[in-house]
């Protein structure tokens, strides 16, 4: 295996400190970042320069000049605490002629506005819930072919933000409420989904021109009750007790060998279509007719050792290590020029 000069890209904040010997690791907000660095480093004995960004892109030119790496390892997730400014670095890597991981500019913009990736993904007849966005500042207005109940969620916001048990409505009143908290509190637009009933189904891919899909994981909720809706809030996604009280967990999906197929095969015309490289996960409905809805596509998704993208690439027959070992390799041969 070649050895690489790596430049790993993270937030500021989020640099593990060098002595962790009080600290847990697993529990950490930099648990993914000291996963890929250590793992990188000390596993994969690449030749590592750690660079935490905050709102000034000096840093990353002075790197490159200095370390001249061979590849950047990017988990930046915004910049100027902008989600949708993430795009502008890796164009700016791009321009610098800086081979990087994860997804390309044009994929990150076409996947992270729902609305425009619903639009694509619908033209290309692959099946999406009907939608509508509210931008900022109007009323919602359901157009006719709409049914309730619906979900309302930012159109560019990812992680579940803005997303609880009260994003799933069944009335106008409570609509228009939903719609001004994500502009008041979100401060995006919002999208309105026809809320799909059915199970939450998590497809990790990767790879550039050539492709391989991991096994299907779902979201579980054992101890949810009843009238509440199974559907990845925030507090889903990120608190632990609450996980734990209703019983939360993912896993490999139990599917037909039919159903895993069609799942599969849609989820790389998806990354297709949207013309993504690196790795993402595919977020997808299946409901109890058997239909599948793609939900979302997102690039650069969790790539912590035991979240669901690893442990996926692991059923697969893919080890931690030779997951970074095959995202450096992937960045290292995508090629912008030949994007479109």
């Not at 529990?27 to 990188?40: G, K, N, Q």
């Not at 207005?141 to 560019?156: N, W």
């Not at 409420?177 to 502009?183: D, L, P, T």
């Not at 939450?200 to 009843?226: H, I, K, S």
Request: proline share 5%; hydrophobic share 40%.
């Amino acid at each position: 295996m070649r050895k690489l000069r790596v430049l790993v890209l993270m937030h500021d904040y989020l640099v593990p400190p060098a002595d962790v010997s009080n600290q847990d690791p697993l529990t950490a907000p930099w648990r993914t970042e000291y996963d890929v660095l250590t793992t990188v480093r000390d596993q994969l004995e690449h030749d590592v320069h750690v660079l935490g960004v905050k709102d000034d892109l000096a840093g990353i030119r002075q790197a490159n000049e200095e370390f001249k790496p061979h590849i950047a390892f990017n988990l930046l997730e915004a910049f100027h605490e902008v989600g949708t400014f993430d795009q502008n670095v890796v164009a700016y890597l791009e321009l610098l002629r800086l081979a990087y991981t994860g997804c390309n500019p044009r994929g990150m913009l076409l996947a992270r506005d729902k609305a425009l990736s619903k639009k694509l993904l619908h033209y290309h007849r692959i099946p999406v819930p009907e939608f509508t966005v509210v931008r900022m500042g109007r009323k919602p207005r359901l157009p006719a072919r709409f049914k309730y109940p619906v979900i309302v969620k930012s159109l560019t916001q990812e992680a579940s933000i803005g997303i609880s048990q009260a994003s799933v409505l069944e009335d106008e009143g409570k609509l228009r409420e939903r719609v001004q908290f994500i502009h008041d509190s979100v401060k995006t637009d919002a999208i309105i989904e026809q809320y799909i009933e059915g199970r939450e189904l998590y497809v990790g891919v990767l790879g550039n021109q050539r492709l391989q899909v991991f096994p299907t994981w779902e979201m579980t909720f054992a101890n949810m009750p009843d009238d509440q809706h199974r559907i990845a809030t925030e507090r889903v996604k990120w608190n632990a007790k609450y996980q734990k009280r209703m019983g939360i967990a993912t896993g490999e999906a139990a599917l037909t060998p039919e159903v895993s197929d069609r799942v599969h095969h849609l989820c790389r015309r998806v990354y297709q279509t949207l013309e993504m490289s690196g790795y993402a996960r595919i977020d997808l409905r299946l409901d109890a007719e058997g239909r599948l809805y793609v939900l979302e596509a997102n690039p650069n998704p969790q790539i912590a050792r035991k979240e669901d993208f690893a442990d996926a690439a692991a059923r697969a027959g893919v080890d931690y290590p030779s997951l970074l070992q095959r995202i450096l390799s992937i960045g290292m041969r995508w090629e912008p020029e030949r994007l479109g």
